[in-house]
């Protein structure tokens, strides 16, 4: 690509990029902000135990995105840069508004795709299984039961696809403490600082260990 | 009644009626005060009541219903149209 792409205009070493975000408001850091303003979240929390500073990291996530508007208006932005790792974390807005896995399949196909061919490795995180929003909102039992089929249906896709590109699939009962309520914001849809820190901590666990793997791969 | 008969027994009147008077319990007003010709807005069922007449919908139709697809059907003939479509 010659041109860079418009968002990272300004940033003047993207080939130092080492970790690349994509995915939803969860990804952004919704509900888990710096005293300073702005969102930290999981990602953020992550860029600091691997020491990353700002300019070697671009979390591209926009809020609302669905799996497909990940490919089409995240992927663009990341294509030409080459990190050493992608974090994917997407699929609440798919299980709320319903998907085609067929699409589904394709479009984390480009996702992964598009990481391995960058040289990097690649995680994505699990859609929580229930939630509290679900539980409290004016919804019919129909609809929760269909969405809550659909998080489990979008999660064998996200384990399928990080498997067929060699990539790596959080199980959600890696982090079960996701299921407690008080991990969540007054919304009932994003974390909150304690939320992001606890995935964080599991995230960063992985990422160290894929890190590792990919050092050794290359030295050794 | 289980889901199978309801969506056995399925007809245009039979969900008009069941539709009217489940529009009628959350307004508090007798079911024959209900014309399924006039905009629901007229009497007075607001987005609240909206989202809950649409949740009982799915429960009774085993569907999900598009709710601002649903909403542009003002009247209770014009929605029943749109939800035999859906079920059909």
Redesign the interface.
């Given at each position: 690509m010659d041109v860079a792409p418009a968002t990272l205009t300004g940033r003047p070493d993207l080939a130092g990029v080492e970790l690349v975000v994509l995915g939803d408001s969860v990804a952004e850091g919704r509900d888990d902000p710096y005293p300073s303003g702005g969102w930290r979240g999981w990602a953020g929390r992550l860029a600091e135990a691997l020491e990353l500073p700002a300019e070697r990291m671009v979390n591209a996530a926009i809020p609302g995105a669905t799996i497909a508007q990940v490919v089409a208006e995240q992927l663009p932005v990341v294509r030409s840069l080459r990190p050493r790792l992608m974090v994917l974390n997407c699929g609440m807005n798919d299980a709320i508004n319903?998907f085609e896995t067929a699409e589904v399949a394709a479009h984390l196909a480009e996702v992964f795709g598009w990481a391995r061919s960058a040289g990097a490795v690649g995680l994505a995180a699990p859609v929580p299984h229930a939630p509290p929003l679900l539980e409290r909102s004016?919804?019919?039992?129909?609809?929760r039961k269909?969405i809550l089929e659909r998080i489990q249906l979008f999660n064998a896709e996200l384990r399928r696809g990080t498997r067929a590109f060699g990539m790596e699939f959080m199980e959600p009962d890696v982090v079960p403490l996701v299921m407690d309520p008080s991990l969540w914001a007054i919304d009932g849809i994003h974390l909150n600082s304690v939320g992001h820190a606890y995935v964080a901590e599991v995230i960063i666990d992985i990422a160290r260990s894929l890190l590792g793997e990919q050092v050794t791969a290359q030295t050794g | 009644m289980s889901e199978t008969e309801t969506m056995e027994t399925i007809s245009r009147s039979g969900l008009r009626t069941w539709l009217l008077e489940r529009i009628a319990f959350y307004l508090d007003k007798p079911v024959d005060s209900i014309d399924p010709t006039v905009e629901l807005a007229r009497y007075g069922v607001d987005s609240?009541y909206a989202?809950?007449i649409?949740?009982?919908?799915?429960?009774h139709l085993?569907?999900?219903v598009d709710v601002a697809e649903a909403r542009r059907r003002g009247t209770v003939d014009t929605l029943t149209d749109y939800l035999l479509e859906l079920v059909a």
């Open positions: 319903g004016i919804i019919s039992n129909f609809r269909r | 609240v989202i809950s649409i949740s009982d919908i799915e429960d085993q569907v999900e």
